[in-house]
């Protein structure tokens, strides 16, 4: 019996990867060609770390299959048979993530599923975009952004017109386009956020905190990203325009440190 315990969690994974391939092929095509989902390709990997890094504790638990596993499993064949048909290759993978959900409950049962919640969490940000949610935040976070880098070359001495996504900046326009709406950011600095929670050992409300806080932090650096483009035109595209990203990303992370420094101050003055 321990034998075959010990051999249904790599089945149940291969049979998995066989049913599914297609769609992680696609996922993986999508965090390719898409810089606003490049972050997938580290999502499985951290799951893994938090996964292995927990093993001891999950291994002590019960294992109780539950009968729920089973209608998921039914679900989300259910759910990937309507992607197929043209649904969608989100579709597809969130029928992925349920069917993951289905075997661990079938496996281990509810005990199992809890200690997993966290990983869980994190496997949402390797799902694709979902294409009715992702319109509908593009143009308010476009004009956001825009508003935005207008008052900081206001602040800075310029003398910026703004006419929805344009900026009109000493006789040469900008246009705020969809690729700088700061989804890049914001996606994965909020998976940044969860995880440094877990790390630094964060919990409750600070953990929420935090991961909030993440929002506000990539809106504003995508700000700064798009006023420096004014005065620095050579940021707009090329090797510069990368690593301009990267290092704004690297102050978004700066800033949430701040931010975290400030939790845990709160926390230790007020003890909440």
């Known amino acids: 019996m321990n034998s075959v315990r010990r051999c249904a969690l790599p089945l149940t994974a291969l049979a998995l990867l066989i049913c599914y391939a297609s769609t992680i092929r696609g996922m993986a095509q999508q ?8 972050h997938g390709f580290v999502v499985p990997f951290v799951i893994g770390w938090i996964i292995w890094r927990e093993r001891d504790r999950w291994k002590m638990l019960p294992r109780k299959a539950s009968l729920w596993g089973i ?3 039914v679900a989300a064949a259910a759910l990937d048979f309507a992607g197929a048909l043209g649904v969608g290759l989100f579709a597809r993978s969130l029928a992925l993530l349920l069917s993951i959900t289905g075997a661990v409950l ?6 199992w599923l809890r200690a997993w919640a966290f990983p869980f969490l994190l496997a949402l940000f390797m799902l694709p ?7 509908q935040v593009t143009l308010p976070l476009q004009l956001l952004a825009t508003r935005l880098a207008g008052s900081i070359l206001n602040a800075a001495g310029f003398v910026v017109v703004r006419s929805g996504n344009i900026l009109s900046v000493a006789g040469h326009q900008i246009a705020v386009v969809e690729a700088c709406d700061g989804i890049r950011y914001l996606i994965p600095l909020v998976f940044t956020a969860l995880v440094f929670c877990y790390v630094t050992g964060l919990n409750g409300w600070m953990r929420v905190a935090l991961a909030v806080a993440a929002i506000p932090v990539a809106i504003v650096a995508n700000g700064i990203r798009v006023a420096a483009i004014v005065p ?3 940021l707009s595209a090329g090797p510069l325009h990368s690593l301009a ?5 690297l102050l978004c992370l700066l800033m949430l440190g701040f931010v975290h420094w400030v939790i845990r101050a709160m926390y230790r003055r007020y003890e909440f």
């Open 245 to 249: 990203g990267w290092l704004i990303f």
């Open 31 to 38: 965090w390719i060609e898409d810089e606003d989902m490049a």
């Open 232 to 234: 620095l035109p050579a």
């Open 129 to 135: 975009k979902l294409a009715i949610v992702y319109n």
């Open 71 to 73: 209608a998921l499993l």
């Open 106 to 111: 079938c496996l281990g049962g509810l005990a």
